[in-house]
Protein backbone atom coordinates (compact mmCIF):
# COMPACT_ATOMS: atom_id res chain seq x y z
CA UNK A 1 0.00 0.00 0.00
CA UNK A 2 1.05 3.41 -0.99
CA UNK A 3 2.29 5.82 1.97
CA UNK A 4 -0.67 8.67 2.87
CA UNK A 5 1.13 11.79 1.08
CA UNK A 6 0.18 14.80 3.69
CA UNK A 7 0.86 18.31 2.82
CA UNK A 8 1.39 20.43 5.48
CA UNK A 9 0.39 23.85 5.68
CA UNK A 10 1.86 26.94 8.78
CA UNK A 11 2.97 29.98 8.40
CA UNK A 12 5.52 28.93 11.62
CA UNK A 13 8.47 27.23 10.70
CA UNK A 14 8.30 25.84 13.99
CA UNK A 15 5.32 24.27 13.53
CA UNK A 16 6.31 23.01 10.20
CA UNK A 17 9.09 21.08 11.41
CA UNK A 18 7.88 19.45 14.35
CA UNK A 19 4.82 18.28 12.37
CA UNK A 20 7.18 17.11 9.46
CA UNK A 21 9.74 15.35 11.30
CA UNK A 22 6.82 13.43 13.68
CA UNK A 23 5.03 12.61 10.19
CA UNK A 24 8.18 11.30 8.50
CA UNK A 25 8.85 8.99 11.12
CA UNK A 26 5.89 6.67 10.58
CA UNK A 27 6.24 4.43 7.70
CA UNK A 28 2.36 5.09 5.69
CA UNK A 29 3.20 8.69 5.71
CA UNK A 30 5.19 10.70 3.41
CA UNK A 31 4.79 14.41 3.47
CA UNK A 32 5.34 15.50 -0.20
CA UNK A 33 5.09 19.15 0.49
CA UNK A 34 4.64 22.04 2.66
CA UNK A 35 2.97 25.67 2.82
CA UNK A 36 3.31 29.07 4.39
CA UNK A 37 -0.54 29.95 3.74
CA UNK A 38 -3.57 29.03 2.32
CA UNK A 39 -3.20 30.71 -1.08
CA UNK A 40 0.49 28.82 -1.70
CA UNK A 41 -1.19 25.59 -0.40
CA UNK A 42 -4.00 26.26 -3.22
CA UNK A 43 -1.46 26.74 -5.69
CA UNK A 44 0.46 23.36 -4.32
CA UNK A 45 -2.41 21.06 -4.65
CA UNK A 46 -2.74 20.27 -7.95
CA UNK A 47 0.78 19.69 -8.47
CA UNK A 48 1.77 17.57 -4.74
CA UNK A 49 -1.84 15.78 -4.81
CA UNK A 50 -1.83 15.19 -1.56
CA UNK A 51 -4.00 12.62 0.13
CA UNK A 52 -4.89 14.99 3.34
CA UNK A 53 -3.97 18.18 4.29
CA UNK A 54 -3.17 19.52 8.00
CA UNK A 55 -4.16 23.40 8.14
CA UNK A 56 -2.96 26.29 10.58
CA UNK A 57 -6.00 28.65 10.94
CA UNK A 58 -4.55 31.69 11.62
CA UNK A 59 -1.93 32.89 8.72
CA UNK A 60 -1.37 35.66 6.70
CA UNK A 61 -2.81 36.43 3.08
CA UNK A 62 -5.10 33.64 3.27
CA UNK A 63 -5.81 31.94 6.36
CA UNK A 64 -7.14 28.29 7.07
CA UNK A 65 -10.95 29.38 7.03
CA UNK A 66 -10.86 30.91 3.74
CA UNK A 67 -8.30 27.94 2.55
CA UNK A 68 -10.91 25.40 3.46
CA UNK A 69 -13.68 27.19 1.56
CA UNK A 70 -11.75 27.56 -1.35
CA UNK A 71 -10.92 23.82 -1.57
CA UNK A 72 -14.16 22.67 -1.60
CA UNK A 73 -15.61 25.67 -3.89
CA UNK A 74 -13.64 23.55 -6.39
CA UNK A 75 -15.39 20.33 -5.34
CA UNK A 76 -12.78 18.41 -3.85
CA UNK A 77 -13.11 16.51 -1.27
CA UNK A 78 -9.64 16.10 0.03
CA UNK A 79 -9.69 15.42 3.82
CA UNK A 80 -8.03 18.34 5.80
CA UNK A 81 -7.16 18.64 9.79
CA UNK A 82 -7.31 21.81 11.31
CA UNK A 83 -4.89 23.16 14.30
CA UNK A 84 -6.44 24.38 17.11
CA UNK A 85 -5.70 26.34 20.45
CA UNK A 86 -8.33 25.22 23.71
CA UNK A 87 -9.50 29.08 23.84
CA UNK A 88 -12.42 31.06 23.26
CA UNK A 89 -10.69 32.62 20.11
CA UNK A 90 -9.62 29.37 18.91
CA UNK A 91 -13.51 27.28 19.72
CA UNK A 92 -14.68 29.80 17.90
CA UNK A 93 -12.30 29.42 14.87
CA UNK A 94 -12.16 25.35 14.91
CA UNK A 95 -15.91 25.97 14.48
CA UNK A 96 -16.10 28.24 11.80
CA UNK A 97 -13.57 25.94 10.10
CA UNK A 98 -15.76 22.89 10.66
CA UNK A 99 -18.66 24.51 8.84
CA UNK A 100 -16.79 25.44 5.92
CA UNK A 101 -15.88 21.90 5.61
CA UNK A 102 -12.61 20.68 7.59
CA UNK A 103 -12.83 17.11 8.69
CA UNK A 104 -11.31 17.30 12.22
CA UNK A 105 -9.29 19.26 14.60
CA UNK A 106 -6.06 18.26 16.62
CA UNK A 107 -4.57 20.43 19.40
CA UNK A 108 -1.36 23.04 17.53
CA UNK A 109 1.94 21.81 18.98
CA UNK A 110 3.43 25.00 19.63
CA UNK A 111 1.01 25.31 22.64
CA UNK A 112 2.17 22.22 24.35
CA UNK A 113 5.43 23.34 25.77
CA UNK A 114 8.87 21.46 24.78
CA UNK A 115 9.54 20.56 21.70
CA UNK A 116 9.67 16.92 22.96
CA UNK A 117 6.09 17.53 24.35
CA UNK A 118 5.14 18.59 21.29
CA UNK A 119 6.21 15.79 18.81
CA UNK A 120 4.54 13.56 21.43
CA UNK A 121 1.10 15.58 20.93
CA UNK A 122 1.73 15.50 17.25
CA UNK A 123 2.23 11.58 17.76
CA UNK A 124 -0.74 10.84 20.25
CA UNK A 125 -3.19 13.36 18.16
CA UNK A 126 -2.35 13.74 14.32
CA UNK A 127 -1.26 10.46 12.88
CA UNK A 128 -4.63 8.26 14.13
CA UNK A 129 -6.41 11.03 12.46
CA UNK A 130 -4.97 10.97 9.56
CA UNK A 131 -4.55 6.80 8.97
CA UNK A 132 -8.50 6.77 9.83
CA UNK A 133 -9.57 9.96 7.38
CA UNK A 134 -7.84 8.52 4.72
CA UNK A 135 -8.99 5.15 5.20
CA UNK A 136 -5.70 3.14 6.62
CA UNK A 137 -6.15 0.71 10.04
CA UNK A 138 -4.99 2.45 12.94
CA UNK A 139 -3.05 0.42 14.99
CA UNK A 140 -1.31 3.08 18.07
CA UNK A 141 -2.49 6.14 19.67
CA UNK A 142 -5.34 7.06 22.40
CA UNK A 143 -7.59 6.37 19.50
CA UNK A 144 -8.05 3.38 17.16
CA UNK A 145 -10.55 3.33 13.75
CA UNK A 146 -12.38 0.21 13.35
CA UNK A 147 -10.49 -2.88 11.51
CA UNK A 148 -10.77 -3.02 7.85
CA UNK A 149 -14.98 -3.00 7.25
CA UNK A 150 -16.90 -6.24 7.30
CA UNK A 151 -20.48 -6.74 6.32
CA UNK A 152 -22.78 -5.58 9.08
CA UNK A 153 -24.64 -8.16 10.77
CA UNK A 154 -28.95 -8.59 10.78
CA UNK A 155 -29.76 -7.19 13.49
CA UNK A 156 -29.23 -9.49 16.74
CA UNK A 157 -33.13 -10.80 17.79
CA UNK A 158 -34.46 -9.46 21.13
CA UNK A 159 -34.85 -11.02 24.00
CA UNK A 160 -37.72 -8.60 25.26
CA UNK A 161 -40.74 -6.72 23.26
CA UNK A 162 -39.35 -3.28 21.52
CA UNK A 163 -40.30 -0.17 23.62
CA UNK A 164 -41.67 2.88 22.75
CA UNK A 165 -38.78 5.19 23.31
CA UNK A 166 -39.06 8.18 26.27
CA UNK A 167 -35.63 9.27 25.42
CA UNK A 168 -33.34 10.04 22.85
CA UNK A 169 -29.57 9.91 22.73
CA UNK A 170 -26.98 10.30 20.24
CA UNK A 171 -23.35 10.25 19.88
CA UNK A 172 -20.40 11.13 17.58
CA UNK A 173 -16.93 11.74 16.96
CA UNK A 174 -15.16 12.66 13.72
CA UNK A 175 -17.64 14.70 11.43
CA UNK A 176 -19.70 14.53 13.89
CA UNK A 177 -20.02 18.52 14.47
CA UNK A 178 -21.24 18.72 10.59
CA UNK A 179 -23.37 16.15 10.74
CA UNK A 180 -25.29 16.97 13.84
CA UNK A 181 -25.25 20.84 12.50
CA UNK A 182 -27.91 18.85 9.69
CA UNK A 183 -29.49 16.49 11.60
CA UNK A 184 -30.64 18.58 14.79
CA UNK A 185 -32.58 20.92 13.07
CA UNK A 186 -34.15 18.79 11.21
CA UNK A 187 -36.23 17.58 14.61
CA UNK A 188 -39.09 19.80 15.69
CA UNK A 189 -39.41 21.22 18.72
CA UNK A 190 -42.46 19.48 19.10
CA UNK A 191 -40.14 16.30 20.17
CA UNK A 192 -42.31 14.43 22.60
CA UNK A 193 -38.69 13.15 24.53
CA UNK A 194 -35.93 14.99 26.31
CA UNK A 195 -32.41 14.42 23.90
CA UNK A 196 -28.86 13.86 25.24
CA UNK A 197 -25.71 13.97 22.82
CA UNK A 198 -22.07 13.30 23.62
CA UNK A 199 -19.97 14.79 20.96
CA UNK A 200 -16.16 13.96 21.73
CA UNK A 201 -15.11 17.64 22.18
CA UNK A 202 -12.98 19.54 24.40
CA UNK A 203 -14.22 22.04 27.57
CA UNK A 204 -14.69 25.07 25.65
CA UNK A 205 -15.61 23.73 22.33
CA UNK A 206 -18.57 22.21 23.68
CA UNK A 207 -20.53 25.71 25.26
CA UNK A 208 -19.99 27.41 21.97
CA UNK A 209 -20.95 24.26 19.96
CA UNK A 210 -24.22 24.17 21.86
CA UNK A 211 -24.78 27.40 21.76
CA UNK A 212 -24.21 26.58 17.60
CA UNK A 213 -26.82 24.12 17.66
CA UNK A 214 -29.18 26.33 19.04
CA UNK A 215 -29.09 29.27 17.04
CA UNK A 216 -29.84 26.70 13.68
CA UNK A 217 -32.46 25.08 15.52
CA UNK A 218 -36.16 24.60 16.73
CA UNK A 219 -35.26 22.20 19.56
CA UNK A 220 -33.31 23.90 23.00
CA UNK A 221 -29.86 23.20 23.09
CA UNK A 222 -27.85 23.56 25.94
CA UNK A 223 -24.78 22.27 27.35
CA UNK A 224 -25.68 20.31 30.26
CA UNK A 225 -25.25 21.04 33.77
CA UNK A 226 -25.86 18.93 36.54
CA UNK A 227 -29.45 18.22 37.90
CA UNK A 228 -31.46 19.78 34.86
CA UNK A 229 -34.80 18.02 34.58
CA UNK A 230 -35.05 16.12 31.52
CA UNK A 231 -37.49 17.37 29.56
CA UNK A 232 -39.04 16.93 26.22
CA UNK A 233 -37.59 20.07 23.27
CA UNK A 234 -34.42 20.15 24.59
CA UNK A 235 -31.39 19.27 23.87
CA UNK A 236 -28.28 18.77 26.48
CA UNK A 237 -24.65 18.61 24.98
CA UNK A 238 -22.45 16.98 27.48
CA UNK A 239 -19.75 19.23 28.20
CA UNK A 240 -16.17 18.90 27.58
CA UNK A 241 -14.27 16.11 30.20
CA UNK A 242 -17.43 15.66 31.72
CA UNK A 243 -19.18 12.53 31.55
CA UNK A 244 -22.73 13.00 31.05
CA UNK A 245 -25.66 10.86 32.47
CA UNK A 246 -28.69 10.44 33.32
CA UNK A 247 -29.72 10.41 37.18
CA UNK A 248 -33.11 8.54 38.16
CA UNK A 249 -35.82 10.15 39.75
CA UNK A 250 -39.04 9.07 41.04
CA UNK A 251 -41.63 8.18 38.24
CA UNK A 252 -40.58 10.03 34.71
CA UNK A 253 -38.95 12.66 36.80
CA UNK A 254 -35.07 12.27 36.05
CA UNK A 255 -32.65 14.79 35.53
CA UNK A 256 -28.78 15.15 34.37
CA UNK A 257 -25.69 14.47 35.81
CA UNK A 258 -22.21 14.90 35.30
CA UNK A 259 -19.40 13.27 36.75
CA UNK A 260 -15.61 13.03 35.97
CA UNK A 261 -14.98 9.37 36.29
CA UNK A 262 -11.83 7.76 34.15
CA UNK A 263 -12.66 8.12 30.62
CA UNK A 264 -14.06 5.12 28.53
CA UNK A 265 -12.61 4.24 24.96
CA UNK A 266 -10.17 6.96 25.24
CA UNK A 267 -12.61 9.54 25.66
CA UNK A 268 -14.70 12.09 28.34
CA UNK A 269 -17.47 12.64 27.69
CA UNK A 270 -18.10 9.16 25.84
CA UNK A 271 -21.39 7.72 24.26
CA UNK A 272 -21.66 4.67 26.17
CA UNK A 273 -21.96 5.94 29.90
CA UNK A 274 -24.90 7.98 28.47
CA UNK A 275 -26.23 5.03 26.51
CA UNK A 276 -26.00 2.12 29.52
CA UNK A 277 -27.69 5.49 31.86
CA UNK A 278 -30.31 5.93 30.23
CA UNK A 279 -31.15 2.32 29.81
CA UNK A 280 -31.06 1.77 33.89
CA UNK A 281 -33.43 5.26 34.16
CA UNK A 282 -35.57 4.45 31.24
CA UNK A 283 -36.08 0.60 31.40
CA UNK A 284 -35.05 -0.12 27.88
CA UNK A 285 -37.14 2.42 26.07
CA UNK A 286 -34.59 4.83 24.53
CA UNK A 287 -33.61 5.08 20.33
CA UNK A 288 -30.03 5.35 20.65
CA UNK A 289 -27.74 6.80 17.20
CA UNK A 290 -24.46 6.88 16.44
CA UNK A 291 -23.30 9.12 13.99
CA UNK A 292 -19.83 9.31 12.02
CA UNK A 293 -16.84 8.63 14.42
CA UNK A 294 -13.57 6.66 14.96
CA UNK A 295 -13.55 3.91 16.95
CA UNK A 296 -15.86 1.98 18.97
CA UNK A 297 -17.47 4.21 21.49
CA UNK A 298 -21.30 3.50 21.83
CA UNK A 299 -21.14 0.09 20.51
CA UNK A 300 -21.49 -1.58 24.07
CA UNK A 301 -23.92 0.64 25.13
CA UNK A 302 -26.34 0.66 21.70
CA UNK A 303 -25.97 -3.97 23.07
CA UNK A 304 -27.45 -2.67 26.39
CA UNK A 305 -30.16 -0.87 24.16
CA UNK A 306 -31.24 -3.29 22.43
CA UNK A 307 -30.97 -6.38 24.85
CA UNK A 308 -33.52 -4.29 27.02
CA UNK A 309 -35.93 -3.57 24.47
CA UNK A 310 -34.55 -0.12 22.86
CA UNK A 311 -33.82 0.66 19.28
CA UNK A 312 -30.64 1.64 17.47
CA UNK A 313 -30.34 3.84 14.28
CA UNK A 314 -26.56 4.03 12.56
CA UNK A 315 -25.42 6.29 10.31
CA UNK A 316 -24.49 4.67 6.81
CA UNK A 317 -20.98 4.21 5.63
CA UNK A 318 -21.30 5.97 2.47
CA UNK A 319 -22.40 9.54 4.26
CA UNK A 320 -19.80 9.20 7.64
CA UNK A 321 -16.39 11.17 7.44
CA UNK A 322 -14.87 8.29 9.67
CA UNK A 323 -17.80 4.80 9.67
CA UNK A 324 -15.64 3.49 13.46
CA UNK A 325 -18.05 4.14 15.76
CA UNK A 326 -21.49 3.41 13.38
CA UNK A 327 -19.67 0.54 11.71
CA UNK A 328 -18.47 -0.82 15.23
CA UNK A 329 -22.22 -1.15 15.85
CA UNK A 330 -23.37 -2.10 12.83
CA UNK A 331 -20.83 -4.63 12.70
CA UNK A 332 -21.76 -6.02 16.39
CA UNK A 333 -25.61 -6.63 14.78
CA UNK A 334 -26.60 -4.11 17.37
CA UNK A 335 -28.22 -1.33 14.95
CA UNK A 336 -31.85 -1.58 13.85
CA UNK A 337 -31.85 0.30 10.69
CA UNK A 338 -28.14 1.78 9.05
CA UNK A 339 -28.63 5.12 7.18
CA UNK A 340 -27.77 7.97 5.34
CA UNK A 341 -27.71 11.23 7.12
CA UNK A 342 -30.67 12.70 5.28
CA UNK A 343 -33.05 10.01 6.42
CA UNK A 344 -32.14 9.63 9.73
CA UNK A 345 -34.64 12.64 11.37
CA UNK A 346 -37.21 11.47 9.59
CA UNK A 347 -36.43 7.46 10.96
CA UNK A 348 -36.69 9.01 15.01
CA UNK A 349 -39.78 10.81 14.15
CA UNK A 350 -40.63 6.91 12.94
CA UNK A 351 -39.42 5.53 16.15
CA UNK A 352 -40.82 7.73 18.33
CA UNK A 353 -44.43 7.18 17.12
CA UNK A 354 -43.68 3.52 17.79
CA UNK A 355 -43.46 2.54 14.05
CA UNK A 356 -40.51 0.58 13.30
CA UNK A 357 -39.28 -1.60 10.02
CA UNK A 358 -39.80 -5.47 10.65
CA UNK A 359 -36.23 -5.97 8.63
CA UNK A 360 -33.27 -4.12 8.14
CA UNK A 361 -34.13 -1.57 4.71
CA UNK A 362 -32.56 -3.39 1.89
CA UNK A 363 -30.84 0.16 0.72
CA UNK A 364 -28.85 0.93 4.35
CA UNK A 365 -28.17 -2.47 4.21
CA UNK A 366 -26.66 -2.80 0.76
CA UNK A 367 -24.89 1.14 1.26
CA UNK A 368 -22.87 -0.68 4.94
CA UNK A 369 -21.77 -3.13 2.43
CA UNK A 370 -20.05 -1.19 0.05
CA UNK A 371 -16.30 -0.13 0.18
CA UNK A 372 -13.81 0.51 3.03
CA UNK A 373 -13.64 2.92 6.32
CA UNK A 374 -13.62 6.12 4.62
Request: with cysteine.
Amino acid sequence: MNPIRVMVVDDSVVVRKIVTDVLSEDRDIEVVGTAVNGKVALSKLEQLKPDLVTMDIEMPEMNGIEAVRAIRANRSRIPIIIFSTLTERGATATLDALSAGANDYVTKPANVGSVAQSMESVREQLIPKIKALTGRPVTTGPVRAAAPVAPPRPAAPRSAPNKKPAVLVIGSSTGGPEALSKLVPQLPASLPVPILLVQHMPPVFTRQFAQRLDRLSALRVVEAGDGTPLQPGTVHLAPGDHHLVVRPGRGSHHTTALHQGPPENFCRPAVDPLFRSAVAAYDGAVLGVVLTGMGADGRNGSGEIRAHGGSVLAQDQATSVVWGMPGAVSQAGFADEILPLDRIADAIQRHLSGVVPTRLPAVAGATALTGGIR
